[in-house]
């Protein structure tokens, strides 16, 4: 191990020794908030209900960011803290939500770039508060967890701030021009294309325990269907669905409620069948996260307007 791992174990020893019971549910609380369930709430909230072109800004940076931060971790390879250091104790309950490479950190990618972002393009200032402190809070989460080191956290922090004020003028030029969303989106199969080249190319080459390199797969088939499906979504609503996101508050709560329900059943009910058809870290995870932002971005909002008549007096 190099003097530089070495230093970051020992930060992570000096946070460690910061635990108590207490502060480790409030702990894994926090990270919890960086989740891909609260994200993906998150994300349909915008869309569905506050600015749909903000949605796809925030999607934008997250897909972006995954594709750099899951390249980088199957070209360093650099293994969890407790496989660096055995004796280095982690927060148990974190385990099950540390898969994959260590560096760089792709849950403090995806919190930061999406509350970051959220951060950027509210003008509410309490929300904007809000979300700059959980930027801050949810990676240093992952490291009081002990699943992350300062590296890892730090290059993810940096890396997804970049990428923030990177598209600024991305969501300004959406909002000005039609077909720039769907071009952006046409771009993004480009690092999606490479991503899924990559991972599948590193996984033929590797040997030993090919966990990890399995995981990259499964994600980088995931990103692909994500990226194909939120193009779909572009080009269908700007030439037919064409929704609106307005409605009274009971109208969008309904809204929410009943589109996780549909679009978390598409997710789930299609798992089993599309794996036991193509296997597992295959195509199947790319058809089946396409039909989800189908079913989100295109195939729901069709329905909006009825939400729109709701609480309109006649």
Request: glycine residues 8%.
């Given at each position: 191990?190099?003097?530089?791992?070495?230093?970051?174990?020992?930060?992570?020893?000096?946070?460690?020794?910061?635990?108590?019971?207490?502060?480790?549910?409030?702990?894994?609380?926090?990270?919890?908030?960086?989740?891909?369930?609260?994200?993906?709430?998150?994300?349909?909230?915008?869309?569905?209900?506050?600015?749909?072109?903000?949605?796809?800004?925030?999607?934008?940076?997250?897909?972006?960011?995954?594709?750099?931060?899951?390249?980088?971790?199957?070209?360093?390879?650099?293994?969890?803290?407790?496989?660096?250091?055995?004796?280095?104790?982690?927060?148990?309950?974190?385990?099950a939500g540390a898969a994959g490479f260590s560096?760089?950190?792709?849950?403090?990618?995806?919190?930061?770039?999406?509350?970051?972002?959220?951060?950027?393009?509210?003008?509410?200032?309490?929300?904007?508060?809000?979300?700059?402190?959980?930027?801050?809070?949810?990676?240093?989460?992952?490291?009081?967890?002990?699943?992350?080191?300062?590296?890892?956290?730090?290059?993810?922090?940096?890396?997804?701030?970049?990428?923030?004020?990177?598209?600024?003028?991305?969501?300004?030029?959406?909002?000005r021009r039609g077909g720039v969303l769907e071009?952006?989106?046409?771009?993004?199969?480009?690092?999606?294309?490479?991503?899924?080249?990559?991972?599948?190319?590193?996984?033929?080459?590797?040997?030993?325990?090919?966990?990890?390199?399995?995981?990259?797969?499964?994600?980088?088939?995931?990103?692909?269907?994500?990226?194909?499906?939120?193009?779909?979504?572009?080009?269908?609503?700007?030439?037919?669905?064409?929704?609106?996101?307005?409605?009274?508050?009971?109208?969008?709560?309904?809204?929410?409620?009943?589109?996780?329900?549909?679009?978390?059943a598409v997710r789930v009910a299609l798992k089993?069948?599309?794996?036991?058809?193509?296997?597992?870290?295959?195509?199947?995870?790319?058809?089946?996260?396409?039909?989800?932002?189908?079913?989100?971005?295109?195939?729901?909002?069709?329905?909006?307007?009825?939400?729109?008549?709701?609480?309109?007096?006649?």
């Amino acid at each position: 191990m190099s003097a530089f791992m070495a230093w970051n174990l020992d930060i992570l020893r000096a946070i460690a020794a910061l635990r108590t019971p207490r502060l480790d549910s409030i702990m894994q609380g926090i990270t919890e908030l960086g989740g891909e369930t609260v994200f993906m709430v998150l994300l349909l909230v915008v869309f569905w209900c506050v600015d749909k072109n903000k949605g796809y800004y925030l999607m934008l940076l997250c897909f972006a960011g995954t594709a750099v931060n899951q390249v980088l971790k199957i070209a360093f390879c650099i293994p969890r803290p407790w496989l660096l250091d055995p004796s280095f104790e982690i927060v148990e309950s974190a385990r099950a939500g540390a898969a994959g490479f260590s560096f760089p950190s792709g849950h403090t990618q995806n919190a930061v770039a999406a509350y970051g972002g959220l951060a950027r393009v509210t003008e509410k200032w309490w929300l904007r508060i809000v979300c700059l402190a959980l930027t801050l809070l949810i990676p240093f989460s992952r490291m009081y967890l002990g699943v992350h080191t300062p590296l890892d956290v730090g290059v993810s922090f940096l890396l997804a701030w970049g990428l923030v004020f990177a598209f600024a003028p991305l969501l300004e030029e959406i909002e000005r021009r039609g077909g720039v969303l769907e071009r952006a989106w046409l771009a993004m199969l480009v690092p999606a294309a490479a991503f899924l080249l990559c991972a599948l190319r590193i996984r033929a080459l590797a040997h030993g325990d090919l966990t990890n390199f399995d995981h990259a797969v499964k994600t980088a088939w995931t990103m692909l269907g994500l990226v194909l499906g939120a193009l779909v979504s572009a080009l269908a609503d700007r030439h037919y669905t064409r929704f609106e996101t307005g409605a009274v508050w009971w109208a969008q709560v309904l809204k929410v409620m009943l589109g996780l329900a549909l679009t978390l059943a598409v997710r789930v009910a299609l798992k089993a069948p599309l794996t036991a058809a193509f296997g597992e870290n295959s195509v199947g995870e790319a058809l089946r996260y396409f039909a989800v932002v189908l079913m989100a971005g295109t195939l729901w909002p069709m329905t909006f307007g009825w939400f729109q008549l709701m609480g309109r007096k006649k």
